[in-house]
């Protein structure tokens, strides 16, 4: 039988601040998304971005804004277009050829004798093993170890762009019950409807098509266009939680501003680099 491969940290979730830590860590990472995505707590839920161009980041974070501002991707109010943030997470990726795994879960964890951790995943060729020295989870459920943090997540909302094509770049009105934020062009806007802690996916937006066809008459001339891939979550700044030792939650959904959040993976190198 072959030695299980073993990383200094392993990492779940492709968010921004997860794809910061193994750009931190480099080879000695491993990083597994469940879904196809990148960015996925903003680039699937239509999360609503404030990038804060005033706010001092290290050179990596640093390019990965300026990459964003030459696109074309940023509003002045830092608002964001949420499908162009994938490219630029991809090459990432590619340039500094980080070990990624999509469409692969992580079902079980469980403490190794040599002092690391076993963690056994599922993917389309089946089950494997790896072994790690740290555990971070940025996932906004913690897909590490759900039970440890349920009391620790927050409220969930499905978003969802609506368009007005008489008016494509007229502001949606501010009616009570239904919020709407914009993106990075004039012509982006999301609504979105709160859920309660039985929905699953399926009830969930079929709560979003009741509430719309509720909607006032003043937001009439809108339309649904796209629904989300995935919840967005409110949690407040600074939620995590220690699972164990050198195994940790920190939710995605903390952060606002997605290069703030990458910024946030890239200043854990000295936890990294303690194991």
């Known amino acids: 039988m072959s ?5 200094d940290v392993l990492i779940a979730g492709a968010t921004f601040e997860g794809l910061g830590i193994a750009s931190a860590a480099g080879n000695r990472a491993v990083l597994f998304e469940r879904t196809g995505g990148v960015g996925v707590e903003f680039t699937t839920t239509y999360r609503q971005a404030a990038i804060d161009r005033t706010f001092s980041v290290s050179p990596g974070a640093e390019a990965l804004r ?53 963690v056994t995943l599922i993917d389309a060729a089946g089950l494997s093993t790896v072994l790690t020295g740290r555990i971070v989870d940025t996932t906004n459920f913690c897909e590490t170890a759900p039970q440890a943090a349920a009391g620790y997540q927050g409220k969930r909302r499905l978003n969802a762009v609506i368009h007005n094509s008489s008016a494509p770049e007229q502001q949606p009105p501010d009616c009570d019950g239904y919020p709407v934020h914009g993106g990075r062009f004039a012509t982006e806007w999301v609504t979105s409807v709160a859920l309660e802690a039985e929905d699953d996916w399926a009830s969930a937006r079929e709560r979003l098509l009741a509430h719309w066809a509720k909607r006032p008459e003043a937001l009439r001339p809108w339309q649904l266009a796209t629904i989300a891939d995935g919840f967005d979550v409110e949690v407040e700044a600074g939620t995590g939680l220690d699972i164990a030792d050198r195994w940790v939650w920190r939710p995605a959904a903390q952060y606002r501003d997605p290069v703030a959040a990458f910024e946030a993976g890239l200043q854990s190198a000295a936890e990294v680099r303690t194991v």
């Open 3 to 7: 030695a299980l491969k073993r990383y």
């Open 66 to 118: 300026q990459e964003a501002d030459g696109r074309n991707i940023i509003s002045a109010e830092g608002g964001i277009h949420w499908p162009a943030f994938v490219p630029i997470l991809h090459q990432v990726i590619q340039k500094e050829k980080l070990e990624v795994r999509f469409l692969t879960r992580i079902i079980e964890v469980a403490a190794n004798p040599s002092g690391d951790y076993r």
